[in-house]
């Protein structure tokens, strides 16, 4: 099967063993890239540790950017994006969200959390179409303009726009058990919150372009 896995991490050495754990040895997936975006701690050595391709970008660019760049980097006919932050994910999970498009049964995927936790199933179930898991064609994906790959965290809100925009068919999947470290639990509560609603402010500029 013609799979790529696309990873964007960004100082995820204490997470993204958790994700590439459960990846990295899957058969039917071609091949699997970390996006390394500008990371200081040691996300990059991890990665190279299991073997699979790692881009280290020199400066963090943001979500999107780091997302445009390992599409522009990889080759399969379908395309998975995992975030480097997932716990709990299983190979059976990471399947669930790309063979229904390798069978035509749909034309992209969103991975919704299950009975992981309550703050981020919540999150989800409210929002789905902002989730990170997502698979889709690459011909579709390379349809949307870069200016908007290189809108952080507001890439979820393009992709589901260009999405609708062009009709395509999307599934959720739910992905049970799966939660995801959540940013105040990664930098404290004071930084956490800044880095989130950074992120809240780049999803509401997505949300309001024309």
Known sequence: MNVSVIIPAFNEEKNIHLVLEPVHT???IREVLVVNDGSADKTSEIARSFGVRVLDLPQNGGKG???????????GEIVLFLDADL????PEHVRRLYQPIAEGLTDMTLGIFNSGRGI???AQKLTPFLSGQRG???DFLLGLEKEEWISGYGIEIALTRHARDNQLRILEVPLENVTQVIKEEKLGLTRGVRARLKMYWEIAKEWNRV
């Open 65 to 75: 950017n780091a997302m445009w760049t390992g599409l522009n980097n990889t080759s």
């Open 87 to 90: 716990v709990s994910l299983q």
């Open 120 to 122: 981020t199933d919540l």
């Open 26 to 28: 899957m058969e039917d």
């Open 136 to 138: 889709a064609g690459r």
